[in-house]
Protein backbone atom coordinates (compact mmCIF):
# COMPACT_ATOMS: atom_id res chain seq x y z
CA UNK A 1 0.00 0.00 0.00
CA UNK A 2 1.20 3.28 -1.07
CA UNK A 3 1.52 6.07 1.85
CA UNK A 4 1.90 9.88 0.98
CA UNK A 5 5.69 9.86 1.47
CA UNK A 6 5.96 7.14 -1.27
CA UNK A 7 3.85 9.98 -3.84
CA UNK A 8 6.35 12.70 -2.68
CA UNK A 9 9.52 13.50 -5.01
CA UNK A 10 12.60 11.74 -4.29
CA UNK A 11 14.82 14.43 -4.08
CA UNK A 12 12.00 16.95 -2.40
CA UNK A 13 13.53 18.49 0.82
CA UNK A 14 11.07 20.67 3.35
CA UNK A 15 11.95 24.32 3.03
CA UNK A 16 14.43 25.51 5.47
CA UNK A 17 12.96 28.06 8.30
CA UNK A 18 13.76 31.65 7.63
CA UNK A 19 16.68 32.94 9.18
CA UNK A 20 16.33 35.88 12.03
CA UNK A 21 16.99 39.15 11.03
CA UNK A 22 20.63 40.20 11.86
CA UNK A 23 21.15 42.63 15.43
CA UNK A 24 22.66 45.95 15.36
CA UNK A 25 25.84 45.79 16.91
CA UNK A 26 26.04 47.57 20.07
CA UNK A 27 28.41 50.68 20.06
CA UNK A 28 31.91 51.05 21.19
CA UNK A 29 32.97 54.21 23.46
CA UNK A 30 34.95 54.86 20.67
CA UNK A 31 32.38 54.62 17.66
CA UNK A 32 30.33 56.41 20.36
CA UNK A 33 32.22 59.58 21.09
CA UNK A 34 33.87 60.23 17.21
CA UNK A 35 32.45 63.28 15.96
CA UNK A 36 30.42 63.11 12.95
CA UNK A 37 32.42 64.76 10.33
CA UNK A 38 30.32 67.98 8.53
CA UNK A 39 31.60 69.65 5.03
CA UNK A 40 33.09 72.51 5.75
CA UNK A 41 31.79 75.87 4.33
CA UNK A 42 34.46 78.10 5.24
CA UNK A 43 35.88 80.90 3.02
CA UNK A 44 39.20 80.57 1.40
CA UNK A 45 42.14 82.53 3.29
CA UNK A 46 42.41 85.95 1.77
CA UNK A 47 45.44 86.42 -0.37
CA UNK A 48 48.24 87.78 0.82
CA UNK A 49 50.14 91.37 -0.37
CA UNK A 50 52.49 88.92 -2.43
CA UNK A 51 49.85 87.70 -4.26
CA UNK A 52 48.21 90.62 -5.02
CA UNK A 53 51.22 92.16 -6.02
CA UNK A 54 52.26 89.12 -8.25
CA UNK A 55 48.74 89.18 -9.56
CA UNK A 56 48.57 92.56 -10.19
CA UNK A 57 52.21 92.13 -11.93
CA UNK A 58 51.16 89.57 -14.64
CA UNK A 59 48.02 90.66 -15.61
CA UNK A 60 49.55 93.85 -16.28
CA UNK A 61 51.95 93.13 -18.35
CA UNK A 62 50.06 90.68 -20.15
CA UNK A 63 47.08 93.04 -20.71
CA UNK A 64 49.76 95.63 -21.68
CA UNK A 65 52.21 93.49 -23.56
CA UNK A 66 55.31 94.58 -21.98
CA UNK A 67 57.91 92.16 -21.32
CA UNK A 68 60.45 92.72 -18.35
CA UNK A 69 64.10 93.16 -19.68
CA UNK A 70 65.42 92.96 -16.08
CA UNK A 71 64.26 93.05 -12.50
CA UNK A 72 66.25 96.03 -11.13
CA UNK A 73 67.15 96.09 -7.06
CA UNK A 74 66.72 99.76 -7.38
CA UNK A 75 63.75 102.18 -7.03
CA UNK A 76 64.17 103.12 -10.82
CA UNK A 77 63.32 102.17 -14.07
CA UNK A 78 62.91 102.80 -17.93
CA UNK A 79 60.24 101.60 -20.83
CA UNK A 80 60.91 102.06 -24.29
CA UNK A 81 59.64 100.54 -27.17
CA UNK A 82 61.46 98.70 -30.83
CA UNK A 83 59.96 98.72 -33.86
CA UNK A 84 60.70 96.27 -36.39
CA UNK A 85 60.41 96.39 -40.04
CA UNK A 86 58.19 94.07 -40.62
CA UNK A 87 55.73 96.52 -38.35
CA UNK A 88 55.70 94.47 -34.99
CA UNK A 89 56.32 96.49 -31.77
CA UNK A 90 58.15 95.08 -28.50
CA UNK A 91 57.31 96.96 -25.18
CA UNK A 92 59.90 96.98 -22.76
CA UNK A 93 60.54 97.85 -19.36
CA UNK A 94 63.26 97.73 -16.21
CA UNK A 95 61.69 98.34 -13.27
CA UNK A 96 61.63 96.61 -9.75
CA UNK A 97 59.89 93.97 -9.20
CA UNK A 98 56.79 95.06 -6.72
CA UNK A 99 57.12 94.38 -3.15
CA UNK A 100 55.52 97.41 -1.67
CA UNK A 101 53.80 101.07 -2.33
CA UNK A 102 57.45 102.35 -3.79
CA UNK A 103 58.42 99.57 -6.09
CA UNK A 104 54.60 99.09 -7.32
CA UNK A 105 54.50 103.12 -8.08
CA UNK A 106 57.80 102.83 -10.01
CA UNK A 107 56.85 99.87 -11.85
CA UNK A 108 52.95 100.86 -12.39
CA UNK A 109 55.43 104.33 -13.63
CA UNK A 110 56.94 102.10 -16.20
CA UNK A 111 53.80 100.71 -17.71
CA UNK A 112 52.04 104.06 -17.51
CA UNK A 113 54.22 105.08 -20.35
CA UNK A 114 53.36 102.21 -22.58
CA UNK A 115 49.56 102.33 -21.28
CA UNK A 116 49.68 106.37 -22.22
CA UNK A 117 51.66 105.70 -25.69
CA UNK A 118 55.17 107.32 -26.21
CA UNK A 119 55.57 110.82 -28.33
CA UNK A 120 51.59 111.52 -27.25
CA UNK A 121 52.64 113.84 -24.73
CA UNK A 122 54.74 116.79 -25.78
CA UNK A 123 56.82 118.10 -24.29
CA UNK A 124 58.47 114.63 -22.36
CA UNK A 125 58.09 116.43 -19.03
CA UNK A 126 54.39 115.89 -20.10
CA UNK A 127 54.54 112.54 -20.82
CA UNK A 128 56.29 111.59 -17.53
CA UNK A 129 53.37 113.17 -15.90
CA UNK A 130 50.44 111.49 -17.36
CA UNK A 131 52.60 108.23 -16.96
CA UNK A 132 52.83 109.31 -13.05
CA UNK A 133 49.28 110.24 -12.86
CA UNK A 134 48.31 106.74 -14.50
CA UNK A 135 50.64 104.90 -12.35
CA UNK A 136 49.14 106.57 -8.85
CA UNK A 137 45.36 105.81 -10.41
CA UNK A 138 45.90 102.27 -10.96
CA UNK A 139 47.24 101.76 -7.30
CA UNK A 140 44.10 103.23 -6.16
CA UNK A 141 41.87 100.84 -8.73
CA UNK A 142 43.85 98.21 -7.32
CA UNK A 143 43.43 99.14 -4.00
CA UNK A 144 47.07 99.88 -2.83
CA UNK A 145 48.43 102.15 -0.35
CA UNK A 146 49.91 105.05 -1.95
CA UNK A 147 52.35 106.21 0.46
CA UNK A 148 53.56 109.82 1.36
CA UNK A 149 57.24 108.69 0.40
CA UNK A 150 55.49 107.79 -3.04
CA UNK A 151 53.96 111.19 -3.93
CA UNK A 152 57.40 112.55 -2.77
CA UNK A 153 58.61 110.33 -5.18
CA UNK A 154 56.50 111.51 -7.70
CA UNK A 155 57.28 114.99 -7.23
CA UNK A 156 61.04 114.76 -7.35
CA UNK A 157 60.79 113.16 -10.37
CA UNK A 158 58.96 115.57 -11.92
CA UNK A 159 60.82 118.63 -10.70
CA UNK A 160 63.43 116.99 -11.94
CA UNK A 161 61.74 116.18 -15.46
CA UNK A 162 61.12 119.64 -15.56
CA UNK A 163 64.40 121.12 -15.06
CA UNK A 164 66.02 119.00 -17.27
CA UNK A 165 63.50 120.29 -20.09
CA UNK A 166 64.15 123.48 -19.26
CA UNK A 167 68.09 123.08 -19.34
CA UNK A 168 67.22 121.55 -22.66
CA UNK A 169 65.80 124.96 -23.81
CA UNK A 170 61.92 124.58 -23.56
CA UNK A 171 60.11 128.35 -23.76
CA UNK A 172 57.22 127.31 -22.69
CA UNK A 173 55.90 124.86 -19.84
CA UNK A 174 52.57 123.18 -20.00
CA UNK A 175 49.77 124.26 -17.39
CA UNK A 176 50.08 121.56 -15.38
CA UNK A 177 53.57 121.09 -15.11
CA UNK A 178 53.66 124.67 -13.34
CA UNK A 179 53.44 123.14 -9.99
CA UNK A 180 56.89 121.53 -10.48
CA UNK A 181 58.68 124.66 -11.72
CA UNK A 182 60.65 125.15 -8.86
CA UNK A 183 63.61 122.30 -7.79
CA UNK A 184 63.26 121.15 -4.61
CA UNK A 185 66.27 121.95 -1.81
CA UNK A 186 67.43 118.39 -1.88
CA UNK A 187 67.35 117.89 -5.86
CA UNK A 188 69.94 120.90 -5.76
CA UNK A 189 72.18 119.67 -2.86
CA UNK A 190 71.75 115.98 -5.13
CA UNK A 191 72.61 117.84 -8.66
CA UNK A 192 75.72 119.40 -6.43
CA UNK A 193 77.24 116.67 -5.59
CA UNK A 194 77.25 115.10 -8.41
CA UNK A 195 78.99 117.93 -10.24
CA UNK A 196 81.30 118.00 -7.18
CA UNK A 197 82.21 114.56 -7.52
CA UNK A 198 83.00 115.13 -11.29
CA UNK A 199 85.06 117.68 -10.97
CA UNK A 200 88.87 116.15 -11.37
CA UNK A 201 90.62 116.83 -7.82
CA UNK A 202 93.81 119.00 -8.52
CA UNK A 203 97.21 117.11 -9.04
Not at 148 to 157: E, L, T, Y
Request: hydrophobic residues 40%; charged residues 25%.
Amino acid sequence: MLTLWDLLPKKWKPPAPPEPPPRAPHPTPATASAPVRQRSNAPHAAPTMRDRYETMTRKLLTRHGVRVRKWRTSMSGVAWQVTYADGTISRLIEAPRPKGPMSAAVFLHEIGHHAIGFNVYKPRCLEELRAWEWALAEMERQGLNITDSVRKRMDDSLRYAVAKARRRGLKRLPTDLLPYATTSPRLVNSSLAVLISSIPSAV
